[in-house]
Structure formats: structure tokens, C-alpha cells
């Protein structure tokens, strides 16, 4: 596997990085971006990371217009805010009903439209300008973005019903997307960015991972999604391979990663693929920018833990029991470790003799390979495609019954693939799971977003209003909605790791929480480093970064967090009593 180095390999005028949270987009656009232009080349960098650490990286005030680096003569950035442009997008499609529609309405058409997607769309928007300005191809040899929309956005983008009524008049229940037709006078200028996008000569997607398992699964799906839609000039760029071991940790580390890439999924071995070695240091400032792609440093940072104590997660469980919670939900960006983490207190609560019903949307076999149901513990499994297909079919055939168009029909099915209706599907399972269950501990490894229950709840206040809704909100997910809310009753265990991205995901999804009125009390910082006692000098200096970020949580969750040090192994069994 060739090292990736831009001066070779960049053919095209466009490059649109994406990838999974926290396998290092930024830090590699960033460099590709230096690069370019430390060469000659005339290069714009645009963000539209909401958590973007951009200002501090080039040491300037950026705006969304772009602004060029000094210490970089041929480098101009722009760092554009999605979220500021959805909440003026959202503000424009509600502003002409206020007065004219009820409060419950209002409300619900607001929360369609501050999911995901919709920060997806408005960050979609911003691009567009720059994809589709003569001026700026003109002025640059290559324009860099680094998050690429999914394949979901883009062929919303693309149905004749997002641009018409229908989104405003008749949405069949939870609907993500929301009011697109507010957008209807960017069509034209939509249909050229996608365009540019699929052209091969024109634009490069790089498809950004970590020798892992599920950022390795995520490159594989995005990179298919987007296959679909003709965007077939793919390039994956496998970010942080760890090159020697000398010690135990370090060569588990680097046997734990070997077995990954000879197990990646088939569709990614058929994508150019190059690689970026595993860097001691944080990508911050531009000597570091400039040498993530060249040489190693190891620089030890020289920060201490402010506790003296680092909790376990022997003390989470320990409050939840002493606290008698009948409801615990682990949660968290893909990949952290939710499952392990559910399982582990699942089986410490066992331990303490509660009875515990432990469930989770990861495949039957995954769970009971990490732990059996015993005489506390029972076990079910949620299989999230067949409850989101049962869900779809449910919803289509109402809607086929309400004789809609075939237009308005795609319109449904495509929403139905938004990220949010795979929640809802799944969330109804987990309702009923919470409701068959009342006389035990229920752990749940997936905890749903709040704008997922916000949309569930305004679902709900919308139907009192209006009896439009064809997605009827079943009385489990009701009920359950304020045991949610009941911090006496439910805990939310929110699982991170000890990097910059992952953190601030964290923090996303806990304020959306808030949003919802559900609050957390505990963090679980997974597979430190620091906590291993590594001799390796280089993955010591990347221990001593992930310091910084115990800290932030440690101030963050006022002392209630713990930490769990990273395995090369799967924690099965007893073994989770380690833990």
C-alpha cells in the first residue's frame, strides 16, 4: 500500500473528503491543502465541520467568504458554519406561517427541520456557490472540501417531489427532511453541483478511514451510496497505520489493525488505496500539518490529570444501582464501544443480584459472542433492518391508500432512508422492549438523538392538531417518552474516546438531548491509551495527548466519568467484570 502523497496522486480540480467522525478528515484535508500550495498551487480549503478546530490549525480569524494565509502565500480558507445556515434556513421556511398555524404545528414543522439532514442540506447550499462560481474555478487549481455530502442528501436533492407542495401540505409522519421547497430557487444551481460532483475528470472523492472495523464498514457504505449516484472516481486513504512495535501494547495495536485491513469489506479492495502512518502528535499548527503526510515527531505533551482519582466503571454501575435506575441507555458515535459498555454494566448489575434485560441493535451473534444470559440476565436483539423495513411498509402503504403520486411516493421512500427514520423504526422496538420489561433493568446499547424524540413528541402534539399523520405513534413510545425524561427512572451513559472529534460529537449529541429534556449524568471515556502504561515512545506521546481531553470530560461531567484502557481484545464473558 503506496503512502499518500498529493503531489502524485491528486489528478482533479475538486476533492471531497469524507469519513466516519474522528478518523482524521480535517487533519488530512488540511495537509493535502498545504501541500498543494506549499508547491505552487493556487488552493481553496472549505469547512463545514460545525466543531471545526480550522482557526486554530492555520492561527487566523476565518470567515465563510475565505480568508488567505500568510505563512501559506497560495492558500485561501473558508470555514463555513452549516448550523448558523440551517437555523436562517429553518427561520425562512417558518417565518410567513407564524400567526397563521398553531403553536403545535409550528413546532413540529421546526423540529423536521433541525435534524442532520438538514444541517447536511444547508452545508449543501454553501458548496453549491463555490462548486457552481466560474470565478472561483478561475482562480484556484484545486478546491478542497472536507465533508462530502451522503448519498441520502444527494439523492433527496435530486427527486422531482423535494421541489414541490407536497413536502408543505402532506408529510407522512417523523419526516427528516422536512420543508425542502424552500430551496426551490437553487434547483438549477443544485442539478450543476451534483453534476460536477459524478464528473470523473472534475472531482475526486476520498474516502478517509482508520485501520478499524467500523469506520472501515463506513467508508464501505458511503463509497457504494455514492457509486450509485455515478460518483465513481473513489480514492481510499487509510489514516493512522501504526509502522513497528516494541512492546506488548504496541504490537497488539498493530496486530489488531492488520487483521482489520485483510478483513475490509470487498468493495473498498477494489478502490485505489493508500495510506498515512500513525502520528505521535495532534494535528495542530501548521509544522505538524505539513508532516503528517512526510515524518514523525514524538514530542511528549506536558499535562497532567487534574483528578487524583480516575473513576471506573465499577462506580457507574455502583450509581446506578444505589440510584435504583429502571432504564440505561449507552450512547455515542459509532465505533466507541457502546455495546461492551452496556454489556459490562448489564453484567455488573447482574452481579450485585438485580435482574437485568440487556438489548441491543447489533446482530444477535456480536452480542452473545460478548455475553450469554445467565440467571440476572436476559437477552433480545433488535434486528434494525427488519423493524426499518416493517416501518417502511407500513408507511408506504398508507400512503399508496391516500393515492399519492408516484413523484410523492419516492419523495417517502427516500426520507425513509434518512438516518432519523432508522431510529424511529428502531426506537418503536426498543419501546416495546421497555414496556415488556417493566419489572427489570432494561440496558439499551443505542440510545435514540433528541431530535428523534422531539419529532416522535411534536409527531404526537401535531396529530391533537391536525389528523394528518399516517405514522400513528404507537402508546409504547408515549409512555416512554416521559420515563425518559425522568432522571430519577432512566440514565444516559454517553461513551467517547479521548480525541478532539469524538468529544465534541459527544457534547453534540448530549446538548441534543437537553434539547429533549433528557439529562446525562455519566461519561465513559473507552480504549485509552494513557491507561494502558504503553512503553512505545510513540504511542506514549499519543497517550500523553489524550490527557487534554480526560480533562475536558473529567470538568465537563463534574467528576462523573470513567475511564476503560484500550484492549486489543473483544471483553467477553466474565471478563467484563475487569472493566
Known amino acids: 500500500m503506496k503512502q499518500f502523497n498529493p503531489l502524485e496522486q491528486v489528478k482533479t480540480k475538486y476533492l471531497f473528503y469524507t469519513g466516519k467522525g474522528g478518523v482524521g478528515k480535517t487533519s488530512v484535508a488540511c495537509s493535502t491543502a498545504v501541500t498543494l500550495a506549499d508547491n505552487g498551487k493556487k488552493v481553496l480549503l472549505i469547512s463545514t465541520d460545525p466543531a471545526s478546530n480550522l482557526q486554530d490549525v492555520f492561527e487566523t480569524q476565518l470567515n465563510g467568504k ?10 485561501v480558507v473558508a470555514n463555513l458554519d452549516p448550523i448558523q445556515s440551517a437555523a436562517e434556513y429553518r427561520e425562512s421556511v417558518i417565518a410567513p406561517y407564524r400567526g397563521k398555524l398553531p403553536d403545535a404545528v409550528l413546532k413540529n414543522m421546526e423540529e423536521q427541520l433541525s435534524g442532520s439532514c438538514t444541517v447536511e442540506i ?53 419526516s427528516c427532511l422536512g420543508q425542502l421547497s424552500g430551496l426551490e430557487s437553487r434547483k438549477e444551481i443544485y442539478k450543476q453541483a451534483v453534476s460536477t460532483l459524478a464528473n470523473q475528470n472534475m472531482t475526486t472523492l476520498m474516502l478517509i478511514s482508520r485501520p478499524d472495523e467500523a469506520p472501515l464498514k463506513e467508508a464501505a457504505r458511503a463509497s457504494s451510496e455514492l457509486r450509485e449516484l455515478g460518483i465513481e ?34 468493495s473498498l479492495k477494489l478502490t485505489t488505496t493508500l495510506q498515512i502512518p500513525l502520528r505521535a502528535y495532534n494535528i495542530m499548527g501548521l509544522d ?18 487534574n483528578s487524583d482519582k480516575v473513576p471506573q466503571l465499577k462506580d457507574v454501575v455502583e450509581d446506578i444501582y444505589t440510584t435504583g435506575k429502571k432504564v440505561v441507555f449507552t450512547m455515542g458515535k459509532g465505533g466507541v464501544g457502546k455495546t461492551t459498555v452496556a454489556a459490562a454494566i448489564a453484567l455488573g448489575l447482574a452481579h450485585k443480584g438485580v435482574k437485568v434485560h440487556l438489548t441491543t441493535t447489533d446482530p444477535a451473534a456480536h452480542l452473545t459472542n460478548v455475553i450469554k444470559e445467565q440467571s440476572n440476565i436476559s437477552m433480545s436483539h433488535i434486528d434494525e433492518l427488519e423493524v426499518l423495513e416493517k416501518y417502511k411498509e407500513t408507511v408506504l402503504k398508507k400512503a399508496r391508500e391516500n393515492n399519492m403520486n408516484e413523484d410523492d411516493i419516492a419523495y417517502i421512500e427516500e426520507d425513509l432512508r434518512s438516518p432519523c427514520t432508522q431510529e ?12 415488556r420489561a417493566e419489572k427489570e ?26 389528523q394528518r399523520t399516517m405514522g400513528d405513534t404507537p402508546e409504547s413510545v408515549k409512555k416512554l417518552l416521559p420515563q425518559l425524561r425522568n432522571a430519577n427512572e432512566t440514565e444516559v451513559v454517553i461513551v467517547t474516546l479521548a480525541e478532539t472529534t469524538p468529544v465534541f460529537e459527544a457534547m453534540r449529541l448530549e446538548e ?18 494513557y491507561a494502558t502504561d504503553t512503553k512505545n515512545q510513540m504511542l506514549k506521546a499519543k497517550a500523553s495527548n489524550e490527557i487534554e481531553w480526560i480533562n475536558k470530560v473529567a470538568s465537563h461531567a463534574n467528576g462523573n466519568f470513567a475511564v476503560i484502557k484500550w484492549n486489543s481484545e473483544e471483553i467477553k464473558g466474565d471478563r467484563l467484570l475487569e472493566l
Open 122 to 174: 444547508a452545508a449543501f447550499n454553501e458548496f453549491s456557490n463555490f462548486i457552481t462560481d466560474d470565478t472561483v474555478a478561475k482562480d484556484y487549481d484545486h478546491i478542497i472540501f472536507d465533508t462530502a455530502p451522503t448519498g441520502h442528501t444527494l439523492r433527496m436533492l435530486q427527486l422531482p417531489s423535494a421541489w414541490s407542495n407536497f413536502i408543505s401540505e402532506s408529510t407522512h409522519g417523523a
Open 233 to 266: 472516481n473513489q480514492v481510499l486513504i487509510i489514516n493512522g497505520i501504526l509502522t513497528f512495535y516494541d512492546d506488548e501494547v504496541s504490537q497488539k495495536l498493530y496486530e489488531k489493525q492488520q487483521k482489520a485491513l485483510s478483513q475490509m469489506p470487498d
Open 66 to 75: 475565505g480568508v488567505k494565509i500568510k505563512a501559506v502565500p497560495n492558500l
Open 441 to 466: 433493568v432494561v440496558v439499551i446499547d443505542t440510545a435514540p438523538t433528541g431530535h428523534t424524540l422531539l419529532l416522535l413528541d411534536s409527531t404526537q402534539s401535531y396529530h391533537k392538531e391536525v
Open 424 to 435: 424511529i423504526a428502531v426506537f418503536r422496538a426498543f419501546a416495546d422492549i421497555v414496556e
Open 288 to 305: 505538524n500539518i505539513r508532516s503528517l503526510l512526510t515524518d514523525d515527531h514524538f514530542m511528549m505533551k506536558d499535562e497532567r490529570l
Open 512 to 529: 441534543d438531548l437537553h434539547r429533549a429534556g433528557i439529562h446525562s449524568k455519566w461519561w465513559v471515556i473507552n480504549s485509552s491509551l
